[in-house]
């Protein structure tokens, strides 16, 4: 079986449209967007969401077929920290491994460009991803914000420290 992780640039934007539908679709309470939205959203749209300064965008391609998603970026509140974001697997998937490629990559992407840390937002009560990202080295912390699609739900940040 062929698996293989691929970032992704402009050019890949009908890969990136599906498989974020797809993952907006079966998961709406995972993100902080909508799929009417998303679905509205033009290739013009789409394509300027994969410009390299807008950070980097990867998949999971499993057998010729994008089955899982993550997003990395330097947002201005996080003090220079990258954050992961949007990781979504197919749930057919999930538990063969592709999260551990996805965080890999981002973090792998990070460490390219000398950044010192990566942060990401974990829903409260959502063990299995705690326990994935607990595996590549984040831990938790007494940060919380409400979730931005549901501000009854709660969620607590990892940071993963990139210094030798």
Do not use: C
């Not at 992407?109 to 974990?122: N, S």
Request: proline fraction near 7%; glycine fraction near 8%; avoid cysteine.
């Amino acid at each position: 079986m062929s698996i293989s992780v691929r970032r992704l640039g402009p050019d890949d934007w009908p890969t990136w449209r599906d498989v974020r539908l797809a993952a907006l679709a079966e998961a709406p309470h995972a993100f902080a967007s909508s799929l009417a939205k998303e679905q509205g959203y033009d290739e013009a749209g789409w394509r300027d969401w994969l410009q390299p300064h807008r950070g980097m965008k990867a998949v999971v391609d499993a057998q010729a077929v994008a089955v899982g998603l993550v997003g990395a970026w330097l947002p201005e509140d996080r003090h220079g920290a990258v954050e992961l974001y949007s990781m979504w697997v197919q749930p057919s998937w999930r538990g063969r491994g592709i999260g551990d490629l996805l965080v890999t990559e981002v973090l792998d992407w990070a460490r390219e460009r000398h950044h010192k840390r990566v942060d990401l937002w974990v829903v409260e009560g959502n063990p299995i991803a705690e326990r994935l990202y607990q595996r590549h080295g984040f831990r938790l912390t007494e940060e919380y914000q409400p979730h931005p699609g549901n501000p009854d739900v709660r969620e607590r940040v990892m940071t993963h420290d990139l210094t030798p």
